[in-house]
C-alpha cells in the first residue's frame, strides 16, 4: 500500500476500504470511533457535506463550511487515544483523541474529548471539548512577568496569587 492510498484517518489501511465507504454514503460507521475517524477523513479532504450530515442536529453549526477555518489549517496525523461506549448498542460514546495540523508553516496538536450519540440508525457527533488549545493567542505570562491587568504588578503577586 502506498501513501496515496492510506487513509488520513491513521488506521494504517487504504482508504478505499476504511472512511471511503462512509463519506461516499456506501457505508456508515458502525462505532463512535469509525465515526470520529471518518470525520477526521472529513476534515483533512474538506468534505463539508460530510460533517455537516454527522453533525447532531441539536449542536450543528450554522455555517456551510466547517472545514474551512480561514487560517489555512492542514490536517497532518491522527491518534486515538482513548474509546468510552460507543459500540454497536451502546446509546452514548466518547472519543479521546489528538489531531496534528500546520497553520501555515507551524505545528499544532488538538487535543480533544468528543461526545457521540445513537439514535437508533446511526451515531453522530454532538460536540467535543479542547484539553489543550491549538494555538495560544496572547502570550503566557510568567509569574514575575507585569500582569496583564495593568496593575503594575507582578503577575504572581497580582492575578496570579493563589
Not at 502506498?2 to 478505499?16: A, L, M, V
Not at 461516499?24 to 463539508?48: K, V
Not at 471539548?129 to 496583564?148: A, F, H, L, S
Request: charged share 25%.
Amino acid at each position: 500500500m502506498n501513501q496515496d492510498t492510506t487513509c488520513p484517518c491513521g488506521s494504517q489501511n487504504d482508504f478505499s476500504n476504511c472512511c471511503e465507504p462512509y463519506l461516499t454514503g456506501q457505508a456508515i460507521p458502525p462505532t463512535a470511533e469509525a465515526l470520529m475517524r471518518s470525520r477526521y477523513t472529513a476534515y483533512t479532504r474538506m468534505d463539508d457535506a460530510y460533517l455537516l450530515a454527522t453533525w447532531h442536529p441539536d449542536t450543528r453549526p450554522n455555517t456551510q463550511h466547517p472545514s474551512d477555518d480561514g487560517d489555512n489549517t492542514v490536517w497532518t496525523g491522527l491518534s486515538v487515544l482513548r474509546t468510552e461506549a460507543g459500540q454497536p448498542g451502546d446509546k452514548t460514546g466518547v472519543v479521546e483523541f489528538i489531531a496534528s495540523c500546520t497553520v501555515g508553516t507551524k505545528p499544532f496538536n488538538l487535543h480533544e474529548i468528543s461526545e457521540f450519540i445513537h439514535d437508533g440508525e446511526r451515531w453522530y457527533y454532538v460536540e467535543g471539548y479542547d484539553q489543550q488549545p491549538i494555538r495560544r493567542e496572547t502570550p503566557k505570562v510568567g509569574r514575575n512577568d507585569p500582569c496583564p491587568c495593568g496593575s503594575g504588578k507582578k503577575f504572581k503577586k497580582c492575578c496570579g496569587a493563589n
